[in-house]
């Protein structure tokens, strides 16, 4: 079965830190796919990227960069100078194939708090 | 192009009520799902739709009925409205069950069930 975790409950930085939010993921499929999205204060949810399991290059979208390593099944995501816009929830999530269900796994969200 | 939209955007239940969530797309998407987001839980799916007239079970089904009687409607019900049942329910939409699809999410439903 699917599992995703982010172990990191809640962070709290100044603005300006750099920050990382952990995910790890457990999978038996091959082929797969990682997410993140944002959840503000407002409440919608937001996608940030999505990675496929055959790309494990780096990304980087200005302050935010992705770090995918499938030796130890992780999927990090970095906010590099970080600012209070970007205090929300965030959420690690994995979709494997299973033909017609393509079962979409969240992890719990991290907190993250950026203090001026 | 509005996307993913809800109605209501919060409701206060009675235990025993029941109610009806409305999500509509306008992106003509055949997927649609309903999730519940819990504190600390993050989100777990309730049920899916892979097209028209088609429904299936996810994860926590259990007291929710749902129904797709329009490609771009899918309907989550409450049929008698229970405490545990108090969260934030979000529906979403894909173009299609490929695992790549991102879903598409609307601005959630507060339900309180006092």
């Known amino acids: 079965a699917q599992k995703v975790t982010q172990a990191q409950t809640e962070i709290s930085v100044v603005e300006k830190e750099d920050v990382t939010l952990d995910c790890v993921y457990e999978t038996r499929d091959t082929t797969y796919y990682l997410f993140w999205y944002k959840q503000p204060p407002s409440g919608e949810l937001v996608f940030l990227i999505r990675?496929?399991?055959?790309?494990?290059q780096n990304e980087i979208s200005g302050r935010y960069s992705w770090n995918f390593q499938k030796s130890t099944s992780s999927f990090n995501f970095t906010i590099t100078a970080s600012q209070v816009v970007d205090s929300a929830v965030y959420f690690c999530?994995?979709?494997?194939?299973?033909?017609?269900?393509?079962?979409?796994?969240f992890g719990k969200g991290i907190t993250l708090s950026v203090r001026p | 192009n509005a996307g993913v939209t809800q109605t209501p955007k919060f409701r206060v239940l009675k235990t025993g009520q029941s109610m009806t969530l409305l999500c509509a797309q306008d992106m003509n998407h055949e997927y649609m799902y309903w999730y519940r987001q819990d504190p600390g839980m993050g989100l777990r799916l309730i049920h899916y739709s892979v097209g028209e007239g088609t429904t299936a079970k996810g994860e926590v089904p259990d007291g929710y009925n749902v129904s797709r009687l329009k490609k771009q409607n899918f309907l989550l019900g409450l049929e008698s409205a229970a405490p545990s049942q108090t969260s934030v329910y979000f529906c979403?939409?894909?173009?299609?069950?490929?695992?790549?699809?991102?879903?598409?999410f609307g601005p959630g439903t507060r339900l309180t069930v006092t």
């Open positions: 999530a994995l979709s494997e194939a299973t033909g017609a269900n393509s079962k979409l796994t």
């Open positions: 979403a939409s894909s173009l299609d069950w490929a695992r790549d699809q991102k879903r598409y």
């Open positions: 990675r496929n399991s055959f790309d494990e």
